[in-house]
């Protein structure tokens, strides 16, 4: 139930924060391990990392405009594949940062970063890398990121080089669709 509580709250601080500059800018949200977040070792449970960054994706989405845009034009935002790393445990009612950007692109394909930070040198306590991408449910496709940018008035650089990571997560997923035909 939590998770409504910290959407509820997310959608209404969002009108109030600053506009994040596309493509570039970095969401930080802060948050606090609360009891339903816990697993039987007394740590923030796997499953809650996911929850947590659905909401640190939605925070960039809007405040970078597209989520205007994307209600408007029936797009919706799509994670394809992901991998996450641990590092450091959460413990209860632990403070914690969570960062979002966007790592690079790759035709329709986005490449996301998020990182939960703690501590005050916030050192990293779980770093996350998705594929994702915005999918138009009327054109049925993949929408590209100059249309992206096109739509929220922000020009279109060239995507920083990929690190090593994200391309072994392309690659990864790549394998994966091809396991399936």
């Known amino acids: 139930m939590n998770l409504w509580f910290r959407l509820l709250h997310l959608l209404?601080?969002?009108?109030?924060?600053?506009?994040?500059?596309?493509?570039?800018?970095?969401?930080?949200?802060?948050?606090?391990?609360?009891?339903?977040?816990?697993?039987?070792?007394?740590?923030?449970?796997?499953?809650?990392?996911?929850?947590?960054?659905?909401?640190?994706?939605?925070?960039?989405?809007?405040?970078?405009?597209?989520?205007?845009?994307?209600?408007?034009?029936k797009w919706a935002p799509i994670v394809g594949a992901g991998t996450i790393q641990f590092r450091r445990e959460l413990r209860p009612f632990q403070h914690f940062t969570l960062e979002t950007r966007l790592a690079g692109w790759v035709g329709t394909r986005v490449i996301m970063e998020q990182r939960v930070l703690v501590g005050d040198g916030q050192k990293i306590a779980t770093r996350a890398l998705l594929v994702t991408g915005i999918y138009d449910r009327r054109a049925r496709?993949?929408?590209?990121?100059?249309?992206?940018?096109?739509?929220?008035?922000?020009?279109?650089p060239p995507s920083p080089a990929l690190s090593a990571a994200a391309e072994a997560l392309l690659a990864a997923d790549a394998a994966l669709k091809r396991d399936d035909d």
């Open 141 to 156: 496709a993949f929408v590209g990121m100059q249309q992206m940018m096109d739509a929220i008035g922000s020009p279109l």
């Open 12 to 73: 209404l601080c969002s009108l109030f924060r600053p506009r994040l500059e596309a493509p570039f800018g970095v969401s930080r949200l802060q948050f606090r391990v609360l009891p339903n977040d816990l697993d039987s070792n007394l740590h923030m449970t796997n499953g809650r990392y996911w929850n947590i960054f659905d909401l640190g994706r939605l925070d960039l989405i809007l405040r970078m405009g597209l989520g205007k845009v994307a209600l408007r034009e």
